[in-house]
């Protein structure tokens, strides 16, 4: 599929060819999410250290990660909106400034008041980052979409893989204070981002003089119920997703202590190999959509997940490692294929969609790790993971989608 997106031009003293730079615009935005994403995930890889110095209940763990979530979701679509129609590119750095500040408050947080204006600060930074990017990952695509997706949200997954191995390393051994270093993370993001937003706005002026067959959106082939109940077929396979990755981000660790035994930093060890597992889908699912179609990507990589999810909660140790690396390989490939599948669907709002559903992801991780602290308090940690091996099932939704590379019946 052509882009509709006029490929950025290159500056008059820049040696190299287009693709060579739209490449570097897409590595800078990966790294860039690489950095959001690490501070993002260091706070629910510190919950055992601050279940222990706060005295805190698996319910509270949960409300910390509900306001990280709920803030990183809750401003996504109005940015997203907003900036599809007045494009604003200095809100990238301001954005991590912002993360920024939400470090310094989680280092000399006191109380859990002040975690939660931490989490909830953190999640503001991030719910300005992602819609954006988005959006400069498919000005910078040369008509790949599903591979700047991917290359974009694979570097949000490395940063995600990588907080339960600096909490490990760094918070751990040393104390909450030592969170501090991660503002180091932050201000390069600052930086980093400063100057994509430069190349942000040499790319809107440019697109200001293109000409107007440039700017040709393409034709919406489904009438506007089907495109709404679409959105909402992708919303349940959303939910599915989010729930289950939330059941592994907050509760895996838990759930490796009480039933193996584990200590803590070994734990956290494991969790990076599951998350650094979904790293590695990541960058599967938007190539392969991009050439064999998004639906078959989406129907396998959710659906696909439900056999391993199913037996993990009844093996043993060895076993649930190598299980949730399947599991975080295969589920983990499908967010690129849906978020380009929405972006075809509805063409012209990148922002919109893109922040809906980073949106979306974000607010269903947060409801779930709230919902699943809770049952986790009343039941068992065990007894979740029991539960979420069944939310996979839910992928069988994906038979109703539409596939848009095909001509719409009238």
């Known amino acids: ?17 287009a693709e060579q730079t739209v490449f570097a615009v897409l590595l800078a935005l990966s790294l860039s999410h690489l950095l959001n994403d690490t501070i993002q995930s260091l706070l629910p890889s510190i919950y055992p250290l601050l279940k222990e110095s706060y005295q805190l ?12 979530q709920f803030t990183a979701s809750l401003l996504q679509p109005v940015v997203g909106t907003v900036t599809d129609r007045h494009p604003q590119p200095c809100s990238l750095p301001i954005g991590m400034g912002i993360t920024l500040v939400g470090l310094v408050l989680l280092a000399f ?3 859990f008041h002040a975690l939660l204006g931490a989490a909830a600060l953190i999640g503001v930074g991030s719910s300005i980052f992602h819609p954006e990017s988005s959006r400069l990952a498919r000005l910078a695509s040369g008509g790949k979409h599903g591979f700047a997706q991917s290359l974009f949200q694979v570097g949000g997954n490395l940063g995600t893989s990588l907080g339960p191995l600096a909490a490990a390393w760094i918070v751990a051994p040393h104390g909450q204070r030592h969170v501090l ?10 930086v980093l981002l400063s100057r994509v937003g430069g190349w942000y706005k040499d790319h809107l002026v440019r697109a200001r003089t293109a000409t107007p067959s440039a700017r040709v959106k393409p034709a919406v082939t489904l009438t506007k119920g089907r495109v709404a109940a679409t959105l909402a077929l992708l919303a349940a396979l ?9 059941c592994f981000t907050n509760y895996y660790t838990f759930y490796l202590i009480q039933r193996f035994g584990v ?5 956290q060890v494991l969790l990076f190999v599951f998350l650094f597992a979904v790293a590695a889908g990541t960058i599967i699912g938007g190539p392969v959509g991009d050439r064999f179609g998004r639906l078959k990507v989406i129907w396998g990589s959710i659906l696909g997940v439900a056999p391993f999810s199913l037996v993990l909660p009844h093996v043993g140790l060895t076993a649930t490692v190598l299980l949730s690396m399947v599991i975080g390989l295969i589920l983990s490939s499908a967010f690129s294929a849906i978020l380009v599948y929405a972006q075809e669907l509805v063409p012209g709002k990148v922002g919109m969609i893109s ?5 979306l992801a974000f607010g269903m991780a947060g409801i779930a790790s709230a919902l699943l602290g809770k049952l986790a308090d009343h039941t068992s ?7 979420c091996g069944f939310l996979p099932l839910i992928g069988l939704l994906a038979a109703f989608l539409p596939d848009l590379d095909k001509p719409a019946k009238p």
């Not at 599929?1 to 060819?17: F, I, N, Q, Y």
């Not at 959303?238 to 939330?246: D, E, H, P, V």
């Not at 200590?263 to 734990?267: E, F, S």
């Not at 940690?381 to 539960?387: A, D, E, G, L, R």
């Open 109 to 111: 947080a006191k109380n």
């Open 263 to 267: 200590t803590v930093p070994h734990a």
């Open 381 to 387: 940690i065990p007894f979740v993971f029991q539960v």
């Open 57 to 68: 209940s698996f319910a509270q763990i949960g409300l910390i990660t509900f306001v990280l």
């Open 181 to 190: 270093w991660f503002t180091l993370l932050a201000l390069v993001g600052i």
């Open 1 to 17: 599929m052509k882009s509709t997106e006029p490929v950025p031009a290159l500056s008059v003293d820049e040696p190299r060819s």
């Open 238 to 246: 959303i939910f599915s997703k989010y729930f289950y990755l939330a």
């Open 355 to 359: 922040g809906i559903f980073f949106g």
